[in-house]
């Protein structure tokens, strides 16, 4: 291996010439605004601040990965180097410099120019112009004693902009043409003789040998994630691109992108199809990569599957998801589960069985992988081959909560299990909007929000505890047009005027309400503590119809409304 200099200067022409690629397998870019903004003052500052040496594989005559180029930048014909260890750097150098960024613009204050501070600032489009507007007027900035970090890029394209600029903002006082061009200069010549120290490994080395120094390296400030190892791992072993194994994904099951990383799903579910925990000591194991790229169609098939499937029992997105394994599970469970005729409705009852056994049970409040792992070996045996209860479903090993109990579930947006388990199974039932009567559905839920059914400051004029006023149970999750209607008005009092203003009997006012599992006549009677025990024996109700793989609708909470008091 061997240690040499380049100024940025000579890199970005390197850059510019498609010498340097990125390796396909490379993560793509990871560095906020934060990261990019403390390497340029790293650069800038006087002395000026080391910032890691970076890592090049030399590329003979027969390239050893498939690469791409940094982004932003020209493609070559034939590199010169692979980037292993630095693009992070690298990338925020020539996007920033060139301007590359369309979220961020980046100033340099002139007022110490010893310790010049970058300074950051986040743009936004409104119809078709780029806000804040002054970033691109130049007296403006120059006003602001800033200087954009663009004209500080090595070359004469971007020198004869900052001449350009100078005069500009300078407004015909030559004193300060003569200020601004003399800070201008230094600091173009601080960033263009700037010296990034690299090791190069030399071009006989083997891929394998390549890709485990990769694995083993650790960009400035961001840590290899474990999809970073098995990408590696992928392209080592298989030849395949991961990246664009997750992209196909993405494309096949476009809602993917709702219930988290599809990158971390698409993992989880592969080591659960290889009868393995979904954890970082799965995922860090040598085959691991080979695994899941065999098991490939299987976790698309699985995940297109279970996303359609949550979709249906109303699950639609994270922030009603109960609990993360579910998704891990459902992937795992319906990759090989049956299809058509009563073979598939067999499956989804117990499917339906597992998914809300697990969303109100304590089952993945601990060792989540482990059980994970085991619960989806269990249930296809027993879908399957008719094997033994799975511990997910046995009411003694895995216990569902008492009516009683959900009254501790807190506020689903709080990332709360119980909570979310309660939104769910009562959304499950219809979740009809109060006021445009629209049912909750993938479409409609991107238009609704978190309701206090007994309104806070209410409660909180009573004293009541925190955990009372935001309990899943005082949650309805309807369209913003109806939460901003109903304010803060007594229950009793904005279901009279709901039904009074669009001319709706009772009857309908009470279906609408019902189809969130809301007691109509308790939730009228103003009586907070005799509502929750009774919209907690409704929930109870439809949580145990759920959990024995009943298709629950509206007509199930009607029949059930029963007018529960605490003696029962």
């Not at 900052?162 to 300078?170: G, H, L, N, P, T």
Request: aromatic residues 8%.
């Amino acid at each position: 291996m061997e240690a040499r200099n380049r100024k940025i200067e000579e890199w970005f022409q390197w850059i510019s010439d498609g010498a340097v690629v990125l390796p396909r397998f490379q993560r793509y870019e990871a560095w906020g605004w934060w990261q990019v903004e403390g390497l340029l003052e790293s650069v800038l500052r006087r002395p000026s601040l080391p910032v890691g040496a970076l890592l090049m594989l030399e590329v003979g005559d027969e390239p050893p990965f498939l690469a791409r180029s940094i982004v932003g930048a020209p493609e070559g014909d034939k590199p010169s180097y692979h980037l292993l260890d630095g693009q992070q750097r690298m990338t925020a150098l020539w996007r920033s410099l060139s301007g590359d960024y369309d979220s961020f613009s980046f100033f340099v204050d002139l007022g110490n120019l010893d310790q010049p501070d970058v300074v950051t600032h986040r743009r936004y489009e409104k119809s078709g112009t780029q806000y804040p507007v002054w970033c691109d007027i130049v007296t403006e900035v120059a006003s602001r004693n800033l200087v954009p970090v663009t004209l500080l890029r090595p070359g004469q394209i971007a020198a004869d902009l900052a001449k350009a600029w100078i005069k500009d903002a300078a407004q015909g006082d030559v004193e300060r043409v003569m200020a601004l061009n003399e800070a201008i200069t230094e600091l173009r010549s601080r960033v263009s003789n700037y010296s990034l120290p690299f090791l190069s490994l030399p071009a006989s080395t083997s891929r394998e040998t390549a890709l485990d120094v990769f694995i083993r390296m650790n960009t400035q400030g961001t840590a290899l994630t474990a999809f970073d190892i098995v990408v590696a791992q992928v392209e080592a072993d298989t030849g395949t691109s991961l990246h664009e194994r997750v992209e196909g994904l993405k494309a096949l099951v476009p809602t993917l992108t709702r219930y988290g990383d599809p990158h971390e799903i698409a993992m989880a579910v592969g080591a659960v199809l290889n009868g393995r925990p979904p954890n970082r000591a799965t995922y860090l194991r040598p085959k691991f990569g080979t695994e899941l790229i065999n098991a490939w169609d299987r976790v698309e098939i699985g995940l297109k599957r279970a996303v359609a499937f949550l979709a249906d029992e109303t699950i639609v997105n994270q922030s009603i998801l109960p609990s993360d394994p579910l998704v891990t599970l459902m992937g795992a469970y319906w990759a090989d589960a049956p299809e058509g005729k009563d073979a598939e409705g067999t499956a989804r009852r117990l499917a339906r069985r597992a998914l809300w056994r697990g969303a109100f049970s304590e089952r993945y409040q601990k060792t989540s992988a482990t059980r994970t792992a085991q619960d989806y070996r269990e249930l296809i045996t027993y879908r399957d081959k008719g094997g033994p209860l799975p511990v997910l479903l046995n009411d003694e090993e895995n216990p569902l909560p008492e009516a009683a109990a959900l009254r501790t579930g807190g506020w689903p947006k709080n990332k709360d299990r119980l909570g979310r388990a309660i939104l769910a199974a009562s959304l499950r039932t219809g979740g009809y909007d109060f006021a445009d009567e629209q049912r909750f559905s993938s479409a409609s839920q991107e238009g609704r929000e978190y309701h206090h059914l007994y309104p806070k400051a209410r409660l909180e004029e009573e004293e009541r505890p925190r955990r009372q006023i935001f309990c899943a149970l005082n949650c309805a999750l309807i369209s913003w047009r109806t939460n901003r209607a109903i304010g803060a008005k007594p229950p009793s009092k904005y279901i009279a005027e709901r039904a009074d203003e669009v001319g709706l009997p009772r009857e309908e006012v009470d279906r609408r309400l019902r189809s969130h599992c809301i007691p109509a006549e308790a939730l009228r009677s103003d009586d907070f503590d005799n509502f929750l025990i009774s919209r907690a024996a409704l929930v109870h109700q439809v949580m145990v119809k759920l959990c024995a793989g009943h298709n629950v609708g509206l007509q199930d909470v009607i029949e059930e409304d029963v007018g529960v008091t605490e003696g029962e």
